[in-house]
Every structure is written in structure tokens, then in C-alpha cells.
């Protein structure tokens, strides 16, 4: 079973709906950390602020939930705030999340003074490292944005891709089974959901 | 670096999609479900539905229209048209919708902005503005009055100020709609666009007027656009979106292109 978290972050039902369209109909939209936990992968989604998700995360016990299923080895995706909460520390409300991969989320400060936070429309991803789920895709294929902060990562190796808005930010990471993007896949028309698909084959083995 | 981003609107009265043409006299011309189908397998970046059901009690088709295209369509779509609520939206939210249009009902109740921003993120509330060309007064410093009720009532508000307000408020994306370039397909209303876009720190989408590919590119570049929104051109099939990004993109405007 693939387990969706619901954290009041976001519209989980466009992620269901990505999924089922790909083939991946087992896909369950779920609050219950045990059920996470049992899950055979998980897609951890999220529109909005880090500030009131990281603290319903916290109320459902969702965070330990996750942690634990990243330490199974099972597949893992992050998408949008979901990409942002798996760090160490938000600059959003200066919170602490969940410290999968270390880093940081920051607000764009962007010296040109047209280009406009929150970053939203599509951009193209600059694939920087190969990985089984961007089978689908190529460098350069444009994705949907929606965000006013990106995760700047400690390891340079976490990073997987690329994007320009003014500065140069990770819009794709990962690390053993845990894959991210910053854009939203499941609103990315055939080449978001080529990603979502290749997830769904994916079995958590990082690439060597 | 971000692409300008080519957006459908879709009217949709009764569950079927209907053209205005200067918002007075509209016609029938389809199904918005394959309709939108269509657009986003020709590469449409963004489909806007706009429900103008006159009665409450056929609101509810809406909500049965936008959770077909949500299970068919895999790029953002905002709903709009009577959403007077948080309720609303998240209704519209819950069937599929990527944001919410709030316009009329915003000006009369502007606090709805701020409830909707709040509840749903503001990433997520598009403000729409319907505009006249008024020439400048005390008044309407800018010469350009919002107007309400698809352009039936004028409001006495400077669309300036009231856009400035709107983003204030927590709007994430402004629709500058122009009354008067509306259904005449003689170009979008570039002044009014530009003066929005210069106001604003949110994305900016240019309505009205569209009928060539060069009102695109005028108003992407001349007109500081973010998007531009196109109805007739397309669902008449003078043209299709996939023909116009190209147009743009041999002009030197970067679309997306891979879809």
C-alpha cells in the first residue's frame, strides 16, 4: 500500500488522483502513523506554510511515523513543503523539523527586484545526478512551481537537480531512499506524473 | 529561468462552457471537460473555469465539472464565480481545484480575501478584477474603476488601490480583466496591465482582448504579464495553444515547450 500523509497541508487528493492515473491505485490518503508505518511507500505531500505543518505533524505523531519509515529502507517521497519539512531547520517560523537529510530551508532574497515571491509557474530542472525515478524525464523538462523557500543542503551529493530564478536552488533531492522535489509533480502535466510513476517502481535503492 | 505561462478560460454556465462577448450576450459553445482535456494535451500551462450559473441550486453541477477535469487534467486549475466563503472554496478545493477565484463578491466583502488567504494559503486565492477605463478624477486617480457584477455595476474603487489592497489582503495572483478589450479580441488593454504589474509584487495574468498571437507577446513583454489568459482565439479554433507558445517562443518569449 502507498501511503499519502494528510497533515492538513494541501490538497492530498490531487496526489491521490496523480497516482491513480499512473497506475498506482493502492494509493491511500492517511493521518494514522501506524499506517504510515506499515505502508509499502510513502508520499509525503504539502502546500503552505512549515510554521502551523510541522506542529500538526508533531500533534498526529506523524514525525516519528516518518522518521521510522525512512530508517525501513522503503521508498519516500517528498513533494513541495513535504521536500522542505524532511531537513533539519526552517527559516519559516525558525522551526525545527524532521532532520532526514541535513540542511536548511531559506527564503528566496533575490537581488533582482522583478522577479516576484513567491516563485510560481513552470521552470525547467536541470538534472544534475541520475536516479531511478527521473527515468521518465530529461534535463531541462519543466515543472510547476508554487514556493517562497527552497532547501539549501549540507551535502552537495544530495543534490539531484537544479533551477534558476534569479539564484540558483536545489529543486531536486535525495538520499538513500528518500527522494524530493520542490516543484509539484502531481501538477506538472506527463512529465510530473513520468515521475510519480517511476516512484511507483522504484524500490528505495539509492543509485550507486 | 520561469516560463510566461499560457492560460485557458473556461465560462461555464450550467455545466456547459459559454463565451461572453463583452459580457453581455453568451453562447453555449461545449463541454468543458473534454475541453480542457483537449487544452492540456496541447499543452496549456493553466485552465481557469469561470462558473456564471445565474441560479444557486445548479451550483452544484460545478462542483461534478471541476472533479472530471481533476481526474483528466494534470496542470493548476482555479475555480471562480460565487464563491462568497471560506465553505465555498474549500468545496471547490476538496472536488479538485488547485486555487480559488474570488472577484465581485471580494469588493463587496473584502475581508473574504483575508479568510480565504488564511484558510487556504495565499498561493491558493487568485483575485480577479474586472476594470473600466474611466479617465483619471479625484475619485479614480488612475482612470481605471473596478466594476462588478460582470461589468454591470461600477464601484466608485481606483483599481490601483484596490489591487494594492488585494495583495495586502493575501491574494497570491491577480486577474486584470479589461471591460472595455473584453470579447473584442483587439488585444489585451497593455496600459492597465502594466500599471498593475508595476504596483503589485504577485504574479500578474492579462484578460480580455486577446484574438492574435502578437497581443500575446505585446502583453507578456509591453504589458509586464506573467500569464495570459485566453479564451475565444482558442475555443473557436482559430488557434491552438500549442501553435501560440511556439509563435511566442520563435518571438524569443520562453514557454514550455516539452509537455
Known amino acids: 500500500m502507498l501511503a499519502i500523509v494528510d497533515y492538513d497541508a494541501g490538497n492530498v487528493r490531487s496526489v491521490q488522483r496523480a497516482c491513480e492515473h499512473v497506475g498506482l491505485t493502492d494509493a491511500e490518503i492517511t493521518a494514522d502513523p501506524d499506517v504510515v508505518r506499515g505502508a509499502d511507500r510513502v508520499i509525503f505531500p504539502g502546500v503552505g506554510s512549515s510554521e502551523s505543518a510541522v506542529d500538526t505533524l508533531h500533534n498526529r505523531g506523524l514525525d516519528a511515523a516518518l522518521t521510522e519509515f525512512y530508517h525501513s529502507g522503503k521508498p519516500l517521497l517528498g513533494i513541495c513543503l513535504g521536500s522542505q519539512i524532511v531537513v533539519e531547520h526552517s527559516e519559516e517560523g525558525d522551526k525545527d523539523c524532521l532532520g532526514l537529510l541535513a540542511g536548511q530551508v531559506k527564503r528566496f532574497q533575490l537581488a533582482d527586484p522583478s522577479l516576484k515571491v513567491p516563485h510560481i509557474g513552470w521552470n525547467s530542472v536541470d538534472v544534475v545526478r541520475d536516479h531511478p525515478v527521473l527515468k521518465n524525464i530529461s534535463s531541462g523538462d519543466e515543472f510547476y512551481f508554487v514556493h517562497s523557500y527552497y532547501v539549501e543542503p549540507v551535502d552537495p551529493e544530495t543534490i539531484y537537480g537544479r533551477t534558476d530564478y534569479g539564484e540558483d536552488f536545489c529543486s531536486m533531492l535525495g538520499q538513500n531512499n528518500l527522494f524530493t522535489t520542490q516543484f509539484h509533480l502531481e501538477k506538472s502535466g506527463r512529465l510530473g506524473l513520468g515521475i510519480l510513476e517511476a516512484f511507483g517502481d522504484w524500490d528505495g535503492t539509492p543509485p550507486c | ?259
Open chain 2, 1 to 259: 529561468m520561469l516560463s510566461k505561462r499560457i492560460i485557458a478560460c473556461l465560462d461555464v454556465r450550467d455545466g456547459n462552457l459559454a463565451k461572453s462577448i463583452k459580457f453581455v450576450d453568451t453562447k453555449d459553445i461545449g463541454d468543458p471537460v473534454s475541453k480542457a482535456r483537449e487544452y492540456y494535451e496541447d499543452g496549456l500551462d493553466e485552465l481557469v473555469f469561470y462558473d456564471i450559473t445565474a441560479s444557486s441550486d445548479k451550483r452544484n453541477i460545478m462542483l461534478d465539472v471541476v472533479e472530471s477535469v481533476a481526474k483528466q487534467v494534470f496542470i493548476p486549475f482555479s475555480v471562480g464565480g460565487g464563491i462568497r466563503s471560506v465553505e465555498d472554496a474549500n468545496k471547490l478545493l476538496w472536488a479538485g481545484a488547485e486555487k480559488i477565484n474570488v472577484n465581485s463578491a471580494a469588493v463587496q466583502r473584502p475581508g473574504l480575501i483575508d479568510e480565504c488567504s488564511h484558510a487556504l494559503g495565499a498561493q491558493n486565492v487568485v483575485l480577479s478584477v474586472d476594470i473600466a477605463r474611466v479617465g483619471a478624477s479625484n475619485d479614480i486617480p488612475s482612470g481605471y474603476e473596478v466594476v462588478i457584477n460582470g461589468g454591470r455595476t461600477a464601484t466608485g474603487r481606483d483599481a490601483i488601490a484596490w489591487v494594492i489592497e488585494g495583495e495586502q489582503r493575501g491574494a497570491g495572483e491577480l486577474v486584470v480583466n479589461s471591460i472595455d478589450a473584453d470579447g473584442t479580441r483587439e488585444g489585451y488593454e497593455l496600459t492597465l496591465t502594466r500599471m498593475v504589474a508595476e504596483a503589485v509584487g504577485i504574479p500578474v495574468i492579462a484578460s480580455g482582448g486577446a484574438g492574435k498571437p502578437e497581443h500575446l507577446y505585446d502583453v507578456l513583454t509591453e504589458g509586464k504579464a506573467d500569464a495570459a489568459l485566453v479564451a475565444s482565439m482558442v475555443h473557436y479554433g482559430d488557434y491552438t495553444v500549442s501553435g501560440l507558445k511556439q509563435w511566442l517562443s520563435d518571438k524569443g518569449i520562453k514557454v514550455r515547450l516539452k509537455y
